[in-house]
């Protein structure tokens, strides 16, 4: 068989969106589909809002791109706006989430060069971790799945199991430079980290002159009902990378850190070309807008409440395929006693309902956070006609 133009490395489904609105997707064959994946995480705002649709259009039409050579009062407006909003003194932005873990990689080992000890270049990640798809990224997982084929991987990483502090602690020694960490795992299974094991993270970092490294580039961005989900622990990072959210669909991260972690990433050290363009800007300043309207968060919070007590609700109905309700907010996951991704399937191509596989096999649900009651009724409508009629596999 012939290879296809477009590299085959993704399993693409039949469903074929040429058109969104809302909270729907629009196949090419005019099916309505309920968007309950949200472009894993992506399209915070939904599909085609007027805040979103307008700001990308003026820039479009003014200056999309210069490269980083020259000032940028785009950077800078969005960048203060971040600082104001986080823990951060400062923002370096990229394309993507996985373009973001790098720069926090490179953050903290630079860090501990800049203080005179470059020895200290081990960051202690957990089993399950989804860290992006670069070299670095996935040397920083240990999933079989993302580093099949592509060794030799990138040295300085152990791997620790989530959830276990003193499995975590006892992988320090004279080589770390800190923990690289997922509040929630999203494509793990949607488990979310305890308040025990990330502070005691953050202490250990304090006590031991180590980076505590955040990847929110899925729970972030208002997914849980706070601005970055850390917020629900009571701690802060050292340096943290973002994404999907923050640019509404655009596709834009960030890395932000403290001006101490930061101090080692002078001119020269890093770089983009496309990172922090005017257009990505202007999308990433109205998604600001929007999610810093009142009420928009305690929207997202409320929704994710209802949200969970309906799967709850529903879960002993159908106690022969559905097991527990994972997550925070509107970062939801769906346990399944059988194959995720097949009933993943089922959903989309019979009740025109998306959702996202993740590990242990959960379905995801990253819905816009525009998302209403009304929304929630017809998801929940959906799952349970899909469960009432669903058959798993013999060898699920």
Do not use: W
């Not at 690289?180 to 502070?199: C, M, N, Y």
Request: contains cysteine.
């Amino acid at each position: 068989m012939a290879t296809p133009a477009l590299m085959p490395v993704y399993p693409r489904s039949a469903v074929r969106p040429v058109r969104g609105e809302g909270m729907y997707l629009f196949g090419e064959d005019g099916t309505q589909y309920l968007d309950m994946a949200g472009g894993i995480a992506v399209n915070a705002l939904g599909h085609g809002h007027p805040v979103l649709v307008k700001a990308i259009a003026e820039q479009a039409a003014t200056l999309m791109h210069v490269s980083n050579l020259y000032g940028s009062p785009h950077q800078e407006r969005v960048a203060e706006q971040l600082v104001a909003k986080t823990f951060a003194d400062t923002v370096f932005f990229t394309n993507s989430g996985a373009e973001a873990v790098e720069c926090a990689i490179k953050t903290a080992r630079r860090y501990h060069h800049a203080n005179g000890n470059p020895q200290r270049h081990t960051l202690i990640t957990f089993n399950n971790a989804f860290h992006g798809r670069t070299l670095g990224a996935i040397s920083a997982t240990n999933q079989p799945k993302m580093r099949d084929g592509f060794e030799p991987l990138l040295p300085g990483f152990k791997y620790a199991a989530f959830n276990d502090l003193d499995a975590a602690l006892a992988l320090v020694d004279d080589n770390t430079a800190g923990f690289l960490v997922e509040p929630i795992q999203g494509e793990g299974g949607v488990s979310v980290a305890t308040d025990a094991f990330l502070k005691g993270l953050r202490k250990a970092c304090d006590e031991h002159g180590l980076l505590l490294v955040l990847d929110e580039v899925q729970a972030g961005y208002g997914r849980t009902g706070t601005f970055f989900a850390h917020e629900h622990y009571g701690i802060t990072p050292d340096i943290m990378a973002v994404a999907k959210g923050i640019g509404g669909g655009f596709p834009l991260g960030a890395c932000l850190a403290t001006e101490e972690a930061a101090k080692g990433m002078v001119i020269g050290t890093h770089g983009s070309t496309y990172g922090g363009n005017p257009l990505a800007m202007a999308a990433a300043e109205a998604v600001l807008e929007v999610m810093g309207e009142d009420g928009f968060l305690e929207h997202v919070t409320q929704m994710g409440e209802r949200l969970r007590g309906a799967l709850e609700q529903m879960i002993p109905n159908h106690d022969h395929l559905f097991e527990e309700v994972r997550g925070r907010g509107l970062m939801l996951g769906l346990k399944l006693k059988s194959d995720s991704r097949r009933f993943v399937a089922f959903l989309r191509d019979e009740h025109q309902l998306l959702t996202v596989a993740a590990g242990e096999n959960v379905v995801r649900l990253l819905p816009p956070l525009i998302i209403d009651e009304n929304h929630i009724a017809e998801c929940i409508e959906k799952l349970s006609a899909a469960a009432r009629v669903y058959v798993p596999a013999a060898d699920d």
